[in-house]
């Protein structure tokens, strides 16, 4: 009897053991997404406190509290802010970016705020001039 209940016991224990498991495995692709999401957020709340955005590195340090997930990306160069670059609702322009996005293509932040992904080509066509 306990030799023809084994294959399912161990299929069972086999199936809720894949279910465990590094998380961020299933979130492969979003790396990027998320802080430039929260990114947006924090250029869409400067916008209605009438603040100024960032104009360059060392006025990050003031909203960083603000942006756990995109700050330091953007300081190790992950991810490219285009500097001053403020929240407009329709805004289409590209405020921030995955570096690999011109080459590879890659995940984008539009000034409304809307993070997609753009292929290499649509990236060149739309980037900053």
């Known amino acids: 009897m306990l030799r023809q209940l ?7 224990c086999a199936g809720i053991l894949a279910g465990c498991g590094d998380s961020k495995k299933a979130r492969v692709g979003s790396d990027a997404k998320d802080p430039l999401n929260e990114f947006g957020e924090m250029l869409k709340s ?16 003031s909203v960083e509290p603000n942006i756990p997930l995109a700050g330091p990306k953007i300081r190790d160069g992950q991810i490219v802010y285009v500097w001053g670059t403020e929240y407009s609702a329709g805004g289409t322009k590209i405020a921030a970016y995955e570096k690999k996005a011109p080459s590879e293509g890659g995940w984008v932040l539009l000034q409304n705020g809307t993070v997609k992904q753009m292929t290499a080509d649509e990236f060149n066509a739309a980037k900053p001039k």
């Open 6 to 12: 084994f294959p399912f016991v161990f299929a069972l």
């Open 46 to 61: 400067l916008a209605e406190e009438k603040r100024k955005p960032p104009s360059k590195m060392s006025e990050l340090e």
